[in-house]
């Protein structure tokens, strides 16, 4: 999910929380469950809980989560013609703020559907453009 905004008003949520909290944690685990969940037995809430459940019980972590994770911030330059700030610089940010912008990881569902499929789950802010 790419945001070509900053963080506007959000300073003081944004800061404590970052990327991969705002969004990964919560949204794009959404989303990977949905995309890789099993047909439930039928649409109610109950039956798409339990195959969302299984999805998210087999998530395989990567075992170095330095080779497998990037986070970053967004800097200061140009989008759409205009100057735009960069994170620290942004009203009401700590210059010494080390809070992410952009965070991704990369994961495994341990399944038989998706052995060895990837899942990228990334986000950030003051992207080029937005898309989900």
Same mark, same amino acid.
């Given at each position: 999910?790419?945001?070509?905004?900053?963080?506007?008003?959000?300073?003081?949520?944004?800061?404590?929380?970052?990327?991969?909290?705002?969004?990964?944690?919560?949204?794009?685990?959404?989303?990977?469950?949905?995309?890789?969940? @099993?047909?439930?037995?039928?649409?109610?809430?109950?039956?798409?809980?339990?195959?969302?459940?299984?999805?998210?019980?087999?998530?395989?972590?990567?075992?170095?989560?330095? @080779?497998?994770?990037?986070?970053?911030?967004?800097?200061?330059?140009?989008?759409?013609?205009?100057?735009?700030?960069?994170?620290?610089?942004?009203?009401?940010?700590?210059?010494?703020?080390?809070?992410?912008?952009?965070?991704?990881?990369?994961?495994?569902?341990?399944?038989?559907?998706?052995?060895?499929?990837?899942?990228?789950?990334?986000?950030?802010?003051?992207?080029?453009?937005?898309?989900?």
């Amino acid at each position: 999910m790419a945001e070509d905004i900053g963080i506007g008003g959000r300073a003081g949520y944004y800061d404590g929380i970052g990327a991969a909290r705002d969004v990964i944690q919560n949204h794009l685990l959404q989303l990977m469950a949905l995309t890789a969940m @099993e047909e439930p037995a039928a649409f109610d809430a109950r039956s798409l809980l339990t195959e969302k459940l299984k999805v998210l019980r087999a998530v395989r972590l990567p075992d170095d989560l330095g @080779e497998h994770t990037v986070r970053g911030q967004y800097a200061g330059g140009w989008q759409g013609g205009a100057q735009v700030p960069g994170y620290l610089e942004e009203d009401g940010i700590d210059p010494a703020s080390t809070t992410d912008t952009y965070a991704a990881i990369k994961l495994g569902i341990d399944n038989r559907r998706w052995a060895g499929v990837p899942f990228y789950l990334r986000t950030g802010k003051r992207l080029g453009r937005r898309v989900t």
